[in-house]
């Protein structure tokens, strides 16, 4: 199955190479990538990429590269820029390694890093202060939520994936926000950056309704400069959303989509069971791979496709096995790839596109991993992390670790980025492997660790580690949480507060010894396997689930309160003290008439007054 | 029991039973000393031995231990604490280092029982003094006072601080004034508030030097010993900034303790009342907080011109209440040194009540705070109503002993109306 | 400023008169009885003139006394006292009686109910003795008037004095609306006439008074009896003025007055008969309130709910393969739903766990599957636990396969927002247990294995306890934690008002299968939920949750209704989809209460005081002990002056360190019996308990023994000081546990109770009654007659306290031998302890 993957990836890099060869004629191609995944589920990762040349964009002639973007670009002097919008999580286990190999993937929320040109730390905060607000007014996102406490500066987990050898001084800055809640309205904004606006082409299939209802989503923005050897560099800008559907849940009509029970008919039985009867229904379903249609799925049909795409990479690829047949719309041609596991559409403009992919003959497929689907290739590490212990003074992070491989270890670098108030215990970390304890050393190569400053900074942590063969590593390390002052929690401080997800950059083994200068260049290599691929960077990205931090609380209606009960407290003990300090003793019954008795005489002849003055009037 | 005669045996005694039961509690109980370290009655962010080692490990490895929210202890504890061996491998040493640190505070606390200053002073002397305490008596009273022995398990850093003013106090008491300083400069630069305790201490010293080389000047004496003090922290801070690289750990260090910027809960009054503070106010309470604690100082060394220990008692007593980050083990010196008082306690009206306060209050702290951050069932208002009592408690405590103290000094003057009916006006 | 209040008024009230003190008492008497639920004595007493007529008179007598609320019988006391007090002393005490129970309630009764009827037409009914008390004003102002007829101010006389009292009146109309004005008029115009000399006619002939007076003698017979003969001395006779005794000038003299000293036993016996008697009075709607869900997220029953049709078929499948598993083992059962669950797409995960206790192993292998939000990513989650055994040991037949039909429903919804665990548990007690310690990683990993999969934070959790066969009537929702936590109580409230107010399903709370929403019933069920807190023990699957911070209930369909598997599964649907709603973890309504009703509760603000003031009782008496023990040896009686100022060396100097190592040598052995009854297999309970009572009946008086025969023999003074700490202690114990397990706390307070007021016995004969009636409120004794009144055997109790103790860490064992059994032993030792005339008091047991 590997080589067959191999292939697939080889035949999408002789596209790309074919595009960038062809990017004189067209600078812009788009491109839809179907691959049906076990359990019902649908891949439809859509890809759009365009160029404009860096003269161009100097002079402010942006062709195919968004104008509204570009000057933000421009005025923050941004070198490169790599922007998510994510939703729910990648099921490794079930659906295989991330598309992409992670390269277009975020944690929950929206993640922002960028290369800036700057001469100082403080003048490079200024820009991506600058930057940050712009981009939340295009992207009617709270990017602007990402001030200082929320922002790293990663040393390893990242490296710039365009050439910047001209430019020395670049700041990278990686901030996130792990609450964003993705929606529609970020959708809008990122089909105006298209050339054709989602009016035509695979734009059309984009939806709000299917797309926020797909079990897992990702929207990416990534700007960087090309060189290809030999021509000039341009500056490319790659928007790619990639969202895994639920065939059944997206099969159901836009009016009615309440998953009513079926009738009893209908229900998928297993009638190999004894007690098999019509009222009794041992059900199949999840396991066989029912049909599906391009227009079912997305709720319409695609229409054409964009006049400004370069016409020779097809708009839309699907990934089946050779053996399954796929009806299309008339005037539509279907060249199968070499490979046997994926074909391509060439559409003519202005045609619509329907797709149907009958259910498969064999109604023998009932195992969890069925043949008439691609099987996905399986991820080079999966990672999950959760909390340990309970209550809300302390706790701490566990991230399991495990490499499926059977051979070859896995290096790779864990990237977390803490806010503040969680204060983490750096000794308390340790790497195990589960079963025979190894020595940490091999585990854990190199760590890069910037505490956090209260109210100021957060905290950075980068591990370099390593996971032998066909093993699970845990890696822990404590925490305690702080309790904030009233003003600062959110309105709803119960919940609790996000925690960004951590960063897994697995390192390319080609990479890993001249890893020593942490600055090399790797030529430009987009996440799509890159024209480079033994150069790229990272072999695969991955990231974990965020987690849900809950404080300690105070009461929040109680400001006053507390004001008096602590200042009377304190005005006791002042007061008795001074009070003893500063009479002298006299025995009980000489001095003047003193104390209670004193005060009470006093009242008294005051209400006395106040009476005669009263009766007086 | 009371002034018994005490033989080298029994001191030795006491003081291995004390060590014993500390290592017992160590290697049997091995759960017991990180259950105590995380408990918020015994660390506080600038006593915390959890931080302590985050902040070894960070220096361990070049990084700034003050680059950071989370170490905020004196500078001079990370080379310490770096020759001793590794924590994690050999945690021995340092419950060595701690029970011996308990000890030393024991053996001054002896020191200064034995002396009689407490029952008669260089310009008073108690009618009552017979009826006091042997030292004997008082170290154990220390020793195994369940505060002290927590905060040994807790291995908090305080109780070098502890040990620190309980020298300064034996050395100022056995007539060396440059020892007492020298230990105050110490106790100071660990966790600042014990430089408030300068001015009884500069006093008790000029009451107590030794008549061959007495300063008369008291101003003189009092303008050599503060320069002391200042010199010796200056060396102290130098020998930090040598250690550290930089001055970062000033504000890092003492700057917490000015600003609170860590809420951490704990025994006092601070943490609840900065929390609920509103923004625009904070500077300035934390300013009048500050006044609160120092404007003890002045009124009760006047008042009390003829007892200095008594002063700085009931000093330690105060700062165990108004503290920015109080933790029992404030508590535990205060109690220390109450006992030294036993020739007035007859004159004290409130000991039970107090007692029974302070008692409720240990006991109900520790439920209400777990009902507040593990149960969830109660809020925070639960384990701030138990600082509250918990201040009261102790500070009628204080009031109490200063009461007897006075009272004592006036029947001095007038023996005739011991233990008549008194009134103040 | 308390001492001078304190002592005016202990000596104010010492000289209150016989009939004054009887009209206190009746007050406040028929005040308490008010609160009697099948005796409304507000409309039997009070005077209603429509009602009135011959055969009501009695209402005429008894409406003065009556009172519309606590507030208005307090004002109207401490209005009425002073003014009845002086008319008393003045005409005597058989007089006030016959006049206040004659004439003085009747004249102004008819006049009031002839002006209602026949002037006014209307019917309002008055109460009070208020009524009196403008009654004796009037009397007063004109007597006043005779001796000073005008108020004289600057010079000239202007205002009539006998005016003044309708000052009064029109002051309590405006400042107390409600008042009666109309019957404070009555009882004015009465005074009046009175006062102008009727009352000579109206007063019994003073003959047959005197003559009763000398034939009864009562003025020697009855105390406080104002005899007639002080008519002649005139007013103010005989009585002291208020203001006698010279003003105290110090706590110490108040500590000093014997009184003083008197008052704690009573003062705590009334603590704890108010804290008893507080609890009887929570069932009442005054005192309970209407569960009301504050949690606005959760819009409980605001959503459709789809569960149901094809379903059922699926469920009957289902079924089918859970019957075959019945009688296999944990394992083969596992084996077999773990694929089931998977097809449903679910990740799958296992875990196995032991425990050791009472020498038995409960061990198995929890089966759970995640189902992941479609939407969310792994921040919070939902538990659905089925456990195959219900406490009951009944195989949960419906349940298990109603919970796997309930996941393959919900896999098909995209909306949820948290993940949705299904726990499949071998037993109900240690199976969550495990599962819940080893997700918080609380679990000791030699006994319980880690969880391979994990999801977010915990947000609820809802048990499915489904044993029974057919069709169910309704749900009963069992809701205790370990070691009496209770889930949130916003959680009940929803799942209640689903059921209700969407299915029409009836739910029930502890057991009380029918309950009409009367006072019996909802004391039963307050009782029975404060005897399951009080004991601690876990009494479904979710009770392992709860400790975590994870609201949790479980749902026990039963009875013969119409509602089928579906309908339960509804419920569960609705209640998810409410959990699922939530934004915050539910903190908003209340962790503490009592509930008594479905719809009715007890927050803890109204019924914390009651376990408080048991509690407070103890500490009450250590102080008062601690200051007897500061007294010299003979207590000097009726203190003088002289007596008084001497005071703070005749503070006897205490010597604590006996009594103190007496106390903790106490505590200290506590540890034996707990250590030994929480780690001794269960064969060996029964006769390790029988030793252990006989050693326990031994223990007091050897040590008794031990103190009184040392070379330094033990005085009054410290066995006074051993019970004040050992009370101390006590108290102080009592009033922390009153905070986390209310009923515990309730229970033993009051079980101790009598502890507080053993003394040292006189006489041998004493010493040896006390001792037995102490040895039946022993922890052995209890639990024995505990275990027969339910019928159980001592060893199941002790065995389940053991599982109790091991696997869910339930600490009521503690509190049994560590506060109880040592405030008990240092009880017996004290009443051992007293020698022959050792000192004055008597013992008092109550």
């Given amino acids: 199955m590997r080589q067959f993957l191999s292939f697939l990836w080889l035949s999408l890099l002789s596209i790309s190479v074919f595009s960038s060869s062809a990017a004189a004629d067209s600078d812009y191609h788009e491109q839809l990538n179907l691959r049906p995944l076990p359990f019902s589920g649908l891949l439809a990762s859509f890809n759009f990429r365009s160029n404009t040349t860096v003269s161009e964009f100097e002079k402010g002639n942006f062709r195919f590269f968004p104008r509204s973007l570009g000057q933000i670009l421009q005025h923050a002097g941004t070198r490169e820029l790599h922007l998510r919008f994510s939703l729910g999580r990648w099921d490794a286990e079930t659906w295989g390694a991330s598309p992409w190999d992670g390269a277009r993937e975020g944690g929950t929320g929206v993640e922002l890093w960028a290369w800036l040109e700057a001469d100082t730390d403080k003048e490079a905060d200024h820009k991506w202060l600058t930057l940050t607000n712009a981009l939340s007014g295009l992207f009617c996102a709270s990017l602007n939520f990402i001030d200082g406490t929320r922002t790293t500066r990663p040393v390893m987990s990242f490296q710039p994936e365009g050439d910047h050898s001209t430019v020395t001084n670049m700041h990278l800055l990686y901030g996130v926000l792990p609450h964003e809640v993705v929606c529609t309205e970020n959708l809008t904004p990122f089909l105006k950056l298209l050339p054709c606006k989602g009016k035509a082409g695979i734009a059309t299939l984009l939806d709000g309704h299917k797309l926020f209802d797909a079990s897992w989503q990702s929207m990416a923005i990534d700007i960087r400069p090309i060189c290809p050897p030999g021509g000039e560099c341009v500056l490319q800008i790659e928007q790619t959303i990639d969202m895994v559907l639920d065939i059944d849940r997206s099969k159901r009509p836009r009016g009615n989509p309440i998953p009513r029970p079926p009738p009893g008919h209908e229900l998928p039985c297993d009638a190999s069971k004894p007690y098999h009867s019509h009222d009794t229904c041992f059900p199949v379903d999840h396991a066989a791979n029912q049909e599906w249609s391009l227009s079912q799925i997305f709720g319409k049909p695609m229409k054409g496709t964009c006049p400004l795409t370069d016409p020779a990479v097809p708009p839309v690829c699907l990934q089946v096995p050779d053996s399954r047949s796929v009806f299309v719309s008339g005037g539509v041609r279907e060249k199968k790839n070499p490979n046997h596991i994926s074909r391509c559409f060439d559409i003519p403009p202005s045609t619509e596109l329907e797709m149907v992919l009958p259910a498969p003959d064999d109604v023998t497929a009932q195992s969890t991993v069925p043949t008439d689907i691609v099987t996905p290739k399986s991820p080079l590490l999966y990672a999950e992390r959760s909390f340990t212990g309970h209550g809300q003074e302390r706790g701490g992070v566990q991230t399991i670790l495990r490499n499926p491989s059977p051979d070859t270890a896995v290096d790779f670098i864990y990237m977390e980025s803490l806010p503040w108030f969680m204060r983490i215990y750096l000794h308390t970390m340790e790497a195990r492997v589960a079963g025979h304890s190894a020595n940490k050393s091999s585990l854990i190569q190199q760590v890069y660790y910037r505490p956090a400053v209260d109210r100021a900074r957060a905290t950075q942590l980068e591990v370099r580690m390593r996971v032998p063969p066909a093993s699970t590593v845990f890696l822990t390390y404590d925490f305690e949480k702080s309790i904030l002052r009233y003003t600062e929690y959110p309105p709803d401080a119960n919940r609790g507060f996000d925690v960004a997800a951590a960063v897994i950059t697995v390192l390319n083994k080609g990479q890993i010894q001249g890893e020593g200068e942490s600055t090399t260049k790797s030529g430009g290599g987009g996440g799509d396997g890159g024209t480079t691929k033994g150069g790229r960077f990272a072999a695969y990205t991955l990231r974990t689930t965020t987690l849900l931090c809950s404080l300690p609380t105070p009461d929040f209606s109680m400001p006053y309160n507390v004001i008096i009960f602590t200042s009377t407290a304190i005005a006791l003990a002042f007061g008795g003290l001074f009070n003893i300090l500063v009479r002298r003793f006299v025995a009980a019954d000489e001095g003047p008439e003193g104390g209670l008795a004193m005060v009470v005489g006093r009242l008294k002849g005051r209400l006395l007054g106040l009476l005669k003055g009263v009766k007086g009037r | ?425 | 400023m308390l001492k001078l209040n304190l002592q005016r008024v202990v000596k104010y009230v010492d000289r209150l008169p016989l009939f004054t003190r009887l009209v206190i008492v009746l007050a406040v008497a028929l005040e308490m009885a008010a609160v009697l639920p099948w005796w409304d004595i507000r409309a039997w007493g009070r005077l209603e003139p429509d009602l009135f007529n011959v055969w009501t008179l009695y209402r005429a007598n008894t409406y003065p006394l009556i009172h519309t609320d606590v507030i208005h019988l307090i004002v109207n006391l401490f209005a009425v006292t002073p003014l009845v007090e002086r008319f008393e002393a003045e005409y005597g005490t058989l007089t006030s009686l016959a006049l206040f129970f004659g004439p003085l309630s009747l004249l102004p009764a008819v006049i009031y109910v002839g002006i209602e009827r026949f002037l006014l037409r209307s019917n309002t009914s008055i109460m009070g003795a208020s009524i009196w008390g403008f009654l004796l004003i009037g009397m007063e102002a004109i007597r006043a008037h005779r001796t000073t007829p005008y108020l004289v101010i600057r010079g000239q006389p202007t205002i009539p004095m006998w005016t003044t009292p309708i000052a009064v009146l029109l002051l309590t109309a405006v400042l107390m609306p409600g008042s009666s004005f109309l019957g404070h008029l009555c009882g004015l115009a009465v005074g009046y006439i009175c006062g102008m000399g009727l009352i000579k006619l109206l007063a019994p002939p003073a003959w047959a008074l005197r003559l009763v007076e000398d034939k009864l003698n009562l003025r020697l017979r009855v105390p406080y009896y104002v005899s007639m003969d002080q008519v002649a001395h005139g007013r103010f006779g005989v009585l002291p003025l208020t203001t006698v005794g010279a003003v105290p000038t110090s706590v110490l003299q108040l500590r000093r007055d014997p009184r003083i000293l008197k008052l704690p036993p009573y003062l705590s016996l009334l603590c704890i008969l108010v804290g008893a008697a507080w609890l009887f009075l929570l069932p009442l709607d005054r005192y309970s309130r209407r569960t009301y869900i504050s949690e606005n997220a959760l819009l409980p029953g605001q959503v459709h709910t789809y569960f149901g049709g094809s379903d059922q078929n699926v469920f009957r499948a289902y079924k089918h393969e859970v019957n075959e598993l019945v009688g296999k083992s944990n394992a083969e059962f596992n084996d077999k739903l773990e694929p089931i669950v998977k097809s449903l797409g679910l990740k799958t995960a296992r875990q196995n766990f032991t425990y050791h206790a009472a020498g038995h192993t409960y061990s198995g292998e929890n089966l759970y599957a995640i189902l992941q939000a479609p939407r969310g990513d792994a921040t919070e989650a939902i538990v659905l636990v089925a456990a195959w055994e219900n406490v009951k040991h009944e195989v949960n037949r419906n349940g298990i396969p109603l919970a796997l039909t309930l996941l393959r429903y919900f896999k098909r919804w995209s909306l949820w927002s948290k993940d949705i665990i299904l726990l499949l548990t071998p037993d109900s007690i240690a199976g969550p247990q495990a599962w819940v310690d080893a997700y918080h990683d609380a679990h000791d990993t030699s006994r319980v294995a880690s969880l391979p999969l994990k999801s977010g934070l915990l947000q609820g959790a809802i048990a499915i306890d489904y044993a029974q066969e057919n069709r169910f009537e309704s749900v009963h929702i069992v809701y205790d934690g370990v070691n009496g936590q209770l889930p949130n109580l916003d959680l009940i409230n929803s799942i209640v008002n689903i059921a209700g107010g969407q299915m029409g399903i009836g739910t029930t709370l502890q057991e009380m299968w029918n309950h009409d929403n009367g006072y019996p019933d909802r004391l039963r069920t307050m009782l029975r939920g404060m005897l399951k807190q009080g004991l601690g023990l876990a009494s479904g699957a979710h009770s392992s949750f709860i400790p975590y911070h994870v609201d949790a209930v479980t749902l026990r369909p039963f009875g013969e209704g119409w509602q089928d598997e579906m309908a339960m599964g509804r419920l569960v649907e609705g209640t998810f989809r409410s959990l699922n709603n939530l934004l915050e973890h539910l903190h908003q309504s209340f962790f503490f209460y009592l509930l008594m009703q479905r719809e009715r509760f007890v927050s803890i603000g109204t019924y914390l005081p009651s376990a408080m003031l048991v509690a407070a009782n103890f500490t009450i008496m250590a102080i008062a002990l601690w200051m007897k023990s500061g007294q010299p040896a003979t207590p000097v009686e009726g203190v003088t002056p002289k007596a008084k100022t001497e005071t703070p060396t005749t503070t006897a100097e205490r010597d604590l360190f006996l009594p103190l190592g007496v106390v903790t040598l106490i505590q200290s052995l506590s540890i034996i019996p707990l250590y030994l009854f929480n780690h001794a297999p269960e064969s060996m309970l029964t006769p390790l308990f029988a030793t252990f009572a006989v050693i326990n009946t031994l223990l007091p008086p050897a040590l008794s023994h031990l103190l009184t025969h040392s070379h330094t023999p033990i005085t009054p003074q410290q066995y006074n000081l051993i019970q004040s700490f050992s009370l101390l202690l006590l108290g102080m114990f009592l009033s922390s546990l009153a905070t986390l397990n209310f009923s515990l706390a309730m229970i033993t307070g009051l079980l101790t109770s009598p502890l507080s007021f053993v003394r040292p016995a006189k006489t041998q004969t004493a010493r040896w009654a006390v001792t037995g009636l102490l040895h039946a409120i022993s922890p052995t004794a209890v639990l024995v007659a505990g275990a027969v009144c339910w019928g159980v055997d001592v060893t199941s109790v002790l065995r389940e306290a053991a599982v109790g103790w091991h696997v869910c860490g339930t600490y009521s064992a503690v509190v049994v031998w560590c506060v109880w059994w040592p405030a008990w032993v240092a009880g017996s030792v004290v009443v051992l302890g007293g020698r022959g005339g050792g000192q004055g008091n008597k013992i008092k047991v109550v």
């Fill in chain 2, 1 to 425: 029991m009371d002034g018994a005669k005490v033989t080298p045996g029994r001191t030795a005694g006491l003081y291995v039973g004390a060590a014993v039961l500390r290592l017992a509690i160590f290697t049997l109980l091995p759960g017991l000393p990180d259950l105590l370290t995380g408990r918020v009655e015994i660390s506080t962010p600038v006593t915390s031995f959890k931080r302590l080692q985050e902040g070894l490990f960070l220096y361990n490895h070049n990084v700034s231990p003050y680059d950071g929210g989370v170490y905020h202890q004196a500078p001079l504890f990370l080379p310490l604490f770096s020759l001793l061996p590794s924590f994690a491998s050999l945690p021995i040493f340092t419950y060595l280092l701690y029970i011996a640190v308990d000890l030393l505070s024991a053996s001054a606390l002896w020191k200064i029982a034995d002396s009689g200053e407490a029952g008669s002073s260089a310009l008073f002397t108690s009618s009552r003094r017979e009826k006091r305490w042997s030292g004997f008596v008082i170290a154990a009273v220390f020793l195994f006072n369940p505060f002290t022995v927590a905060t040994c398990i807790g291995r908090s850093t305080s109780v070098f601080t502890t040990c620190a003013i309980l020298h300064a106090i034996a050395k100022a008491v056995a007539g060396a004034p440059l020892g007492a300083m020298v230990a105050l400069s110490f106790a100071s630069y660990l966790s600042m508030y014990p430089l408030l305790l300068l001015p009884p201490l500069v006093l008790l010293c000029y009451d107590r030097q030794r008549p061959e080389r007495a300063t008369k000047s008291s101003l003189q004496f009092a303008g050599i010993c503060a320069s002391i003090v200042a010199g010796v922290v200056a060396i102290l801070f130098q020998m930090s900034y040598f250690i550290t690289g930089s001055w970062e750990f000033l504000p890092s260090t003492y700057g917490v303790q000015l600003t609170l910027s860590d809420l951490a809960p704990n025994v006092g009054l601070w943490w609840y009342f900065f929390i609920e503070m509103f923004d625009s106010f904070r500077s300035f309470f934390l300013a009048v907080f500050w006044l609160h604690l120092s404007s003890y100082v002045g009124g009760l060394t006047v008042r009390i011109r003829r007892q200095p220990l008594v002063v700085m008692t009931l000093l330690l007593g105060i700062f165990a209440i108004f503290k920015p980050y109080p933790s029992i083990s404030d508590t535990s010196l205060f109690l220390a040194l109450v006992p030294l008082y036993r020739h007035v306690f007859p004159l004290m009206r409130y000991t039970f009540v107090s007692a029974a306060v302070i008692m409720y209050a240990s006991f109900l702290g520790p439920a209400f705070y777990y009902l507040w951050i593990y149960a969830g069932s109660g809020n925070a208002n639960f384990f701030y109503a138990i600082t509250l009592v918990w201040g009261l408690g102790k500070s009628l405590l204080v009031c109490d002993l200063m009461f007897a103290v006075l009272r004592d000094e006036w029947e001095v003057e007038r023996p005739e109306m011991a233990g008549k009916e008194i009134r103040q006006i």
